[in-house]
């Protein structure tokens, strides 16, 4: 009986786009020849558990994330999203800026996220002391742009590409208060141990997609100009962020 290959996606990419990533699900399915299964998960925490786990074979993953996959599972990251950067947005409602109360209620998907880190750095710039913070995590970036609309929050860390997939009523609604532009890592796709044998081939595929029509189009609908190769110890500056 043949292989059956699983698909893993970090939930804020699923959140904007999830038809999409059944699309590129497809794509790479047809490409290489293989069945894969495309297991969407609405929680970073969750995902990232079933991925440590064991059984799945391609993850496109955010860098903490992905850090782990290759440390602790092996595997290998081949692409990353063209001139795509994991970058923080601190948000709050249209017009209250930062409150001068405390505690102050910060919103985040997950203290494991990169956009987590760079958020705190953030508040650092205004000086804000984490103590002085009631965190509140919600599992996805989509969810802590709704606590801060809801007042449940005083301001929230938002993934940059997020921010850009709003809607403009929401944005309205919203204000930034200070971002970053580290520029230190983004998401990517990595690859499992049981599929190392193919690993080029992923790559390949991954990175032409911006050349064939219908790869070009799957992009489109992500948002995505394309992906581009990455070397094996790309991930490794991230140990410095990682306490």
């Known amino acids: 009986m043949s ?64 850090r782990r996959y290759v440390h602790e599972r092996g595997f290998v990251p081949v692409a990353r999203p063209m001139g795509v950067y994991d970058e923080t947005l601190l948000v709050s409602r249209q017009g209250a800026g930062l409150p001068a109360q405390r505690p102050l209620r910060v919103a985040s998907a997950s203290e494991q996220l990169l956009v987590h880190v760079l958020g705190l750095t953030l508040l650092d710039q205004h000086a804000v002391n984490p103590d002085d913070c009631q965190l509140q995590f919600t599992g996805n970036h989509v969810r802590a742009v709704q606590a801060v609309l809801d007042g449940r929050a005083d301001v929230g860390f938002v993934y940059n590409e997020t921010w850009h997939g709003l809607s403009a009523s929401t944005r309205e609604a919203l204000e930034i208060v200070s971002a970053t532009t580290r520029q230190v890592a983004s998401h990517c796709f990595c690859v499992a141990p049981e599929l190392a044998d193919r690993l080029d081939e992923v790559r390949e595929v991954l990175c032409s997609m ?21 070397e094996a110890d790309a991930l490794d500056q991230l140990a410095n962020l990682v306490h």
Do not use: C
């Open 3 to 66: 292989t059956r290959y699983r698909l893993s996606v970090s939930p804020h990419d699923t959140a904007r786009n999830l038809a999409g990533w059944f699309l590129l699900n497809t794509y790479l399915q047809r490409k290489l020849g293989v069945a894969m299964r495309f297991e969407p998960s609405d929680n970073f925490q969750d995902e990232q558990d079933q991925v440590l786990a064991g059984g799945f074979h391609l993850a496109y993953a955010h860098p903490f994330s992905a």
């Open 210 to 230: 911006g050349a064939d029509p219908a790869g070009r189009k799957i992009l489109d609908d992500l948002r995505i100009s394309g992906f581009e190769a990455m």
